[in-house]
């Protein structure tokens, strides 16, 4: 069983930017950030393979948000720029015990099998 322990949420207002850190306990595959916001359904941010460092992002966030790893820690972090209200949610890192295919980041919430706790997001107007 992998934990993963999520960090760096927060309230920030319009424009500025957060970093979200995600500290897994054991060897993971790809890893992604996903998040929901009240009243919506759980989408994709953004992914990264283990192998290559391929990435995949929403379109909602291509440009402002960028994904990274370090395999030697287990760690993956969502360097987020440029926020506006409406990414506001909480935020879920979640880790996979398969990699992606050829270029193909697994994107789907059914493709990962650990999750973490979720950290708040708040953006302000």
């Known amino acids: 069983q992998v934990q993963l322990v999520e960090s760096g949420g927060g309230l920030v207002q319009a424009g500025g930017s957060l970093r979200l850190s995600c500290a897994a306990s054991?060897?993971?595959?790809?890893m992604g950030w996903f998040r929901q916001a009240p009243g919506k359904e759980r989408e994709v941010v953004a992914a990264?393979?283990?192998?290559?460092?391929?990435?995949y992002y929403a379109d909602s966030v291509k440009g402002r948000f960028t994904i990274s790893r370090d395999n030697a820690k287990n760690t993956v972090s969502l360097q987020m720029n440029s926020l506006k209200p409406e990414d506001t949610a909480v935020y879920y890192c979640?880790?996979?015990?398969?990699?992606?295919?050829?270029?193909?980041?697994?994107?789907?919430?059914?493709?990962?099998?650990?999750w973490g706790q979720g950290t708040q997001v708040t953006v302000s107007s």
């Open positions: 054991g060897l993971t595959f790809s």
């Open positions: 979640a880790a996979a015990l398969k990699d992606g295919v050829g270029f193909r980041v697994p994107r789907e919430g059914n493709e990962y099998d650990y």
């Open positions: 990264i393979s283990r192998r290559n460092f391929y990435t």
